[in-house]
């Protein structure tokens, strides 16, 4: 066993388009689908947990592509989105590896935030267990995910880190160099028409809801186009246990409909429409399922919570992100990760009146864990930064190469 000692046994490169673009049509089907571990709420939840997605299948498909020059065989079913772990490659032997990406934003590479990245420095600080967040890199593993009484555990885990030059997550459209511009409902109406209990209700009852688009009073769409032309949205839709885009075309006075589907992810545009796109889109909802539904809190779910909802320019944000450097750090066994956090500090977060580059101590001191808001240099004290929920980790030190990770592949 090689421990990660030195920057030449991590693995470096570029996050392809063709990365990119597989992870953001994955992402944007995906999301009702997938665990919102983060607990992320407020308007923009469902585009922030989409480019989480994204960030995540992008380095998968990253890790798979580099194995693969490295003469290994891995491959992925990306097709079963409602079920399939989205970051869990399955092993030969049966075993599970978890990737783990971290995003690296350059824009916070300043002296009164951190030092510049680089794999140097990284290897430099690979032992530091300390309280300063600009010299400690943990690499981290969600609490609940070592509760065995939940779901099964991971075999492996897998650390990267996704360098780009802007926060893509907080800044939605700039820095991009392509598009896939999507607008989502807000939670309470986006929870009735993608919460999976509902989705499943109206597919086995047949009875689903329609969606009834048309242009808002002496809007226009499309400036660039003639009169009488129509111009393009696009809707994700499901229906009977599967994903599509439908194709919406509308002129001012217009309107049109898609009927019995399932559940509705997000509405799309491509570049030159949303470009001259500047009024209103109005979307109207039918619920066609009349028996009531209940979540785990026994409350009937199936209650049309509003019946329209008018996208504008400013609902739309983009799912692509920036070119960026991917890092494959090293990688860990289960057993292995256990017994290494349990030597290490436990941390909750600075407090500026006293040192706000400093994490406090945890309270309890359980050992190895990092908890909601402690810092690190991926994830500073700067915006309310820091971890957004409770992690166990270990040191960059503690991880084996990359290149040993082609003997268990």
């Avoid at 986006?190 to 969606?211: D, M, Q, T």
């Avoid at 229906?239 to 919406?248: A, N, T, V, W």
């Avoid at 002129?251 to 559940?263: C, H, L, Q, R, T």
């Avoid at 997000?266 to 570049?271: A, H, I, K, T, V």
């Amino acid at each position: 066993m090689t421990s990660l000692t030195d920057k030449s046994q991590i693995w470096e490169t570029i996050l392809s388009d063709t990365h990119i673009t597989n992870a953001v049509h994955y992402a944007a089907k995906s999301v009702n689908w997938t665990f919102n571990r983060l607990a992320i709420s407020g308007e923009w939840a469902t585009f922030k947990r989409m480019m989480r997605i994204v960030t995540g299948v992008a380095a998968q498909q990253c890790l798979m592509s580099q194995v693969q020059k490295k003469g290994k065989v891995v491959t992925k079913d990306w097709s079963d989105y409602r079920t399939e772990d989205t970051f869990d490659l399955a092993l030969p032997d049966g075993k599970i590896a978890d990737t783990k990406a971290s995003n690296h934003y350059r824009e916070y590479d300043t002296p009164k935030i951190r030092p510049k990245f680089s794999l140097d420095y990284l290897i430099k600080c690979k032992d530091y267990s300390g309280r300063d967040y600009r010299l400690f890199f943990p690499c981290a593993v969600p609490v609940e995910q070592f509760d065995v009484k939940r779901k099964r555990p991971k075999d492996y885990y897998i650390f990267t880190v996704i360098s780009s030059p802007t926060d893509f997550i907080s800044e939605r459209m700039k820095g991009r160099d392509k598009a896939f511009l999507v607008a989502t409902v807000p939670p309470g109406l986006g929870n009735f028409l993608n919460y999976k209990k509902l989705v499943a209700a109206r597919e086995a009852a047949g009875a689903g809801i329609s969606l009834t688009f048309s242009i808002g009073p002496q809007a226009k769409i499309n400036e660039y186009l003639s009169p009488g032309k129509r111009s393009k949205v696009y809707a994700g839709c499901e229906r009977d246990g599967g994903f599509f885009e439908e194709r919406i075309e509308l002129e001012e006075g217009s309107s049109a409909s898609i009927n019995d589907i399932s559940g509705f992810s997000y509405l799309r545009m491509d570049s030159k429409e949303f470009e001259c796109f500047s009024n209103i889109l109005n979307m109207e909802v039918s619920n066609h399922l009349t028996e009531e539904i209940y979540d785990s809190g026994l409350r009937n779910i199936n209650l049309l919570p509003q019946k329209i909802h008018r996208f504008t320019k400013e609902s739309f944000a983009n799912l692509y992100i920036p070119q960026s450097k991917i890092y494959f750090l090293g990688w860990i066994d289960r057993s292995t990760f256990e017994q290494k956090r349990k030597k290490l500090p436990c941390y909750g977060p600075p407090k500026d009146r006293m040192n706000k580059y400093s994490n406090t101590d945890g309270t309890p001191p359980i050992l190895g864990v990092l908890y909601p808001r402690s810092t690190c240099y991926i994830y500073p004290n700067v915006y309310r930064g820091g971890f957004i929920n409770k992690n166990y980790y270990v040191l960059p030190r503690d991880l084996r190469e990359m290149d040993e990770l082609l003997d268990i592949v």
